[in-house]
């Protein structure tokens, strides 16, 4: 979970902040727009450490960030939890990374069959800002679900813990959380083979 589990919860917000689950996932949705990762983390349960700066945030969620819109639908509380709907419109990152996925693997092997001395990692790297901007871009609506549990303070916060949060993810992430694994994969290959 690159973003989830990416807010390290540095600070917690007040109960006043987030006295409803309304209330914790607008200010998230928030947050994240600004590309304020600390804000964001204040509306996060028990986040995983991680990190928020590395090449796959900069290149690939930042310009998500310019196309993020949501609106809120219905919520449902029930005890300690919550579930809140929500329509993310995001970047198509999914369809473009899978694309820049099949360039990158092309030319990986183009350099392992031919010994030829590319580069692949710059060529990527070049490659994913011209395929990321934002301008080349389009969108993507997903209607999910958020799930929330109220903490002992009486402030409401995302449970990171949750499963059922990996579609809101994978909304928030224009798909990109389905391809985290082919991309870790494809940088590992690269580094180890190919320079």
């Keep these: 979970m690159l973003i989830l589990t990416g807010l390290t919860a540095p600070i917690r917000a007040s109960a006043a902040e987030v006295a409803t689950p309304e209330a914790a996932v607008t200010a998230f949705m928030d947050s994240v727009r600004e590309w304020d990762a600390a804000a964001a983390s204040a509306f996060l349960g028990d986040a995983v450490p991680g ?13 998500t960030l310019e196309k993020l819109d949501y609106t809120l639908g219905n919520s449902r509380i029930t005890g300690r939890s919550a579930v809140v709907d929500i329509s993310v419109t995001a970047a198509d990152l999914k369809g473009c990374a899978g694309d820049l996925l099949a360039e990158a693997a092309g030319c990986a092997a183009l350099a392992k069959l031919t010994g030829l001395p590319i580069d692949v990692e710059q060529y990527v790297t070049g490659r994913m800002e011209t395929y990321m901007h ?7 609506r997903t209607d999910t679900s958020v799930y929330l549990l109220l903490g ?9 813990t949750d499963l059922r949060n990996l579609r809101f993810l994978e909304a928030l992430t224009g798909g990109m959380v389905a391809l985290e694994e082919p991309i870790r994969a494809l940088s590992s290959e690269i580094a180890g083979n190919v320079k």
């Excluded at 934002?134 to 993507?140: E, H, S």
């Design 134 to 140: 934002p301008d080349n871009l389009t969108t993507i």
């Design 51 to 63: 990190n928020y700066a590395d090449i796959l945030c900069n290149l690939v969620l930042a310009p």
């Design 152 to 160: 002992g303070d009486g402030a409401w916060s995302i449970d990171v």
